[in-house]
């Protein structure tokens, strides 16, 4: 019998299918259903269900409580056109203005703290030039860290210096960087901690154990602990978060040798060479 996990595979698939990432989606309402299933409920759920789901938290923002029904809405909206016995949760439920996030910006003194704590938090030499070399690379180039572990070997043009970047509904843009950057790319996809995953030659760059692309919440937990051994703290409300990397970028575009500089110890600081 169809549960409701397996339903949402089904919708992930699909909707991915036509060019939509859906992480947050993914990651909320497969909590969603992890409760269901703790209360005993693989098939079904009541509106009354997903407000107290979403309201777990009692000390959490309420835009946190809309964010997570809102999720968990476009699901029970797909389940109910689809027939299956799961009501179509209103509008207007929980309303709550996000409040706008205030941007870490991060400092020289941070990113070499990041970069430094790889080496003492990860034993393992594939995730500890992973963590590495996707700080570095978020950190000399501004890209989202949705669209770093989405690159794919062949995204690389290492003739060009370019990176081609594919975004949600098949948009892409081309990002052109420092030549370090190209290389450090580059020697990273050499790894032998990496090639010995066996990944596919023309998939992501940065792989598993298993060979296969990051998700997003996998890789944030390894920033969580980047972040605490590096000792960062939050600055009043702004929390030292990966999208933050981006800001980083942007105040040091007048500089550029020094931050693909950066990019490019990464690897070598990996490697011992």
């Given at each position: 019998?169809?549960?409701?996990?397996?339903?949402?595979?089904?919708?992930?698939?699909?909707?991915?299918?036509?060019?939509?990432?859906?992480?947050?989606?993914?990651?909320?309402?497969?909590?969603?259903?992890?409760?269901?299933?703790?209360?005993g409920?693989?098939?079904t759920?009541?509106?009354?269900d997903?407000?107290t789901?979403?309201?777990?938290?009692?000390?959490?923002?309420?835009?946190?409580?809309?964010?997570?029904?809102?999720?968990?809405?476009?699901?029970?909206?797909?389940?109910?056109?689809?027939?299956?016995?799961?009501?179509?949760?209103?509008n207007?439920?929980?309303?709550?203005?996000?409040?706008?996030?205030?941007?870490?910006?991060y400092?020289?003194?941070?990113?070499?703290?990041?970069?430094?704590?790889?080496?003492?938090?990860?034993?393992?030499?594939?995730?500890?030039a992973?963590?590495?070399?996707?700080?570095?690379?978020?950190?000399?180039?501004?890209?989202?860290?949705?669209?770093?572990?989405?690159?794919?070997?062949?995204?690389?043009?290492?003739?060009d210096?370019?990176?081609?970047?594919?975004?949600?509904?098949?948009?892409?843009?081309?990002?052109p960087?420092?030549?370090?950057?190209?290389?450090?790319?580059?020697?990273?996809?050499?790894?032998?901690?990496?090639?010995a995953t066996?990944?596919?030659?023309?998939?992501?760059?940065?792989?598993?154990?298993?060979?296969?692309g990051?998700?997003?919440?996998?890789?944030?937990?390894?920033?969580?602990r980047?972040?605490?051994?590096?000792?960062?703290?939050?600055?009043?409300?702004?929390?030292?978060?990966?999208?933050?990397?981006?800001?980083?970028?942007?105040?040091r575009?007048?500089y550029?040798?020094?931050?693909?500089?950066?990019?490019?110890?990464?690897?070598?600081?990996?490697?011992?060479?």
């Open positions: 019998m169809t549960t409701l996990r397996d339903r949402l595979e089904e919708y992930l698939a699909m909707r991915r299918a036509l060019g939509f990432q859906l992480n947050d989606l993914e990651r909320q309402v497969g909590l969603f259903c992890t409760w269901l299933e703790a209360r409920q693989t098939q759920f009541t509106i009354n997903a407000v789901w979403a309201r777990l938290n009692p000390d959490a923002h309420p835009s946190w409580w809309a964010t997570r029904l809102s999720l968990v809405r476009r699901f029970a909206a797909y389940l109910n056109a689809n027939g299956v016995d799961v009501p179509v949760i209103p207007g439920l929980l309303p709550a203005r996000k409040p706008r996030a205030v941007p870490f910006i400092s020289q003194d941070d990113i070499d703290a990041l970069l430094a704590a790889c080496d003492t938090e990860f034993t393992d030499e594939r995730v500890r992973t963590v590495y070399t996707v700080i570095g690379l978020l950190a000399a180039t501004g890209l989202r860290i949705s669209e770093a572990l989405n690159l794919r070997v062949d995204d690389i043009h290492q003739n210096d370019v990176l081609v970047i594919k975004a949600a509904k098949s948009h892409e843009r081309l990002v960087v420092h030549p370090t950057t190209t290389a450090a790319l580059t020697r990273h996809l050499a790894l032998p901690a990496r090639t066996h990944p596919d030659p023309h998939g992501p760059v940065f792989v598993t154990s298993k060979g296969t990051y998700r997003y919440v996998s890789f944030l937990a390894l920033f969580k980047v972040r605490e051994a590096a000792g960062l703290t939050p600055h009043g409300r702004a929390r030292p978060r990966l999208h933050d990397l981006r800001h980083y970028a942007d105040r575009i007048m550029p040798v020094e931050v693909f500089m950066l990019v490019e110890a990464v690897p070598v600081a990996i490697s011992g060479t």
